[in-house]
């Protein structure tokens, strides 16, 4: 089965500061890859794709297959960044996603 | 366009209690899924459908039932609340292949006491 996992529970960093928030999965075959954003109480929101190599609201993530990661980037971390990231993995069977535990993003002034 | 709505936003429930989480989108999407979210735990799949009229089970299905009668709603039902089903709630639905991701509803804020 496949499993994804989001080593860290919190990041804390200052404004400006480089960001990296990391992901691995273990999955054969090969998956599609989100991460997805939660803002403070509310509904969760898919923030990129692996299969489109988009970047939004500056952050980027390149899907490694030989490490079986899909760590999220962002040079300089605004205040607004701060928030619940959780990476998500799809098989293509029933479109199921399977969530990591997420990982809180604190950007301090 | 309201994408996908749930009802009720917060309930507060007895234990042993029973109720009804409606899920709604107007998307016309295929799929539809219920997850709940808890602190330290990330998002569960509870229970999914891959259209009307189907339904199957998720990670945490226990304690949960669910409908799909008609393609745009998804139904979570609780037959006797316990203590550890307090949680937040999310209903997402996406297309056939699932690509351009989830669309989730603003989620259920449920205690059981």
């Known amino acids: 089965a496949q499993r994804v996992t989001q080593p860290e529970k919190l990041l804390s960093v200052f404004k400006g500061a480089p960001v990296e928030l990391k992901c691995n999965y273990s999955y054969s075959g090969s998956p599609e890859l989100f991460w997805y954003v939660q803002y403070s109480r509310q509904r969760l929101q898919l923030l990129l794709r692996h299969i489109s190599r988009e970047s939004i609201k500056g952050f980027t993530a390149d899907l490694n297959k030989g490490e079986t990661s899909f760590h999220l980037k962002k040079p300089f971390a605004q205040e607004e960044d701060s928030a619940m990231y959780y990476c998500?993995?799809?098989?293509?069977?029933?479109?199921?996603?399977?969530f990591g535990k997420g990982i809180t993003l604190s950007v301090r002034p | 366009n309201a994408g996908v709505t749930q009802t009720p936003k917060f309930r507060v429930l007895k234990t042993g209690q029973s109720m009804t989480l409606l899920c709604a989108q107007d998307m016309n999407h295929e799929y539809m899924y219920w997850y709940r979210q808890d602190p330290g735990m990330g998002l569960r799949l509870i229970h999914y459908s891959v259209g009307e009229g189907t339904t199957a089970k998720g990670e945490v299905p226990d304690g949960y039932n669910v409908s799909r009668l008609k393609k745009q709603n998804f139904l979570l039902g609780l037959e006797s609340a316990a203590p550890s089903q307090t949680s937040v709630y999310f209903c997402a639905s996406t297309t056939d292949r699932g690509l351009g991701g989830y669309t989730f509803g603003s989620g259920t804020r449920l205690t059981v006491v």
């Open positions: 998500a993995l799809t098989t293509g069977a029933n479109s199921k996603l399977t």
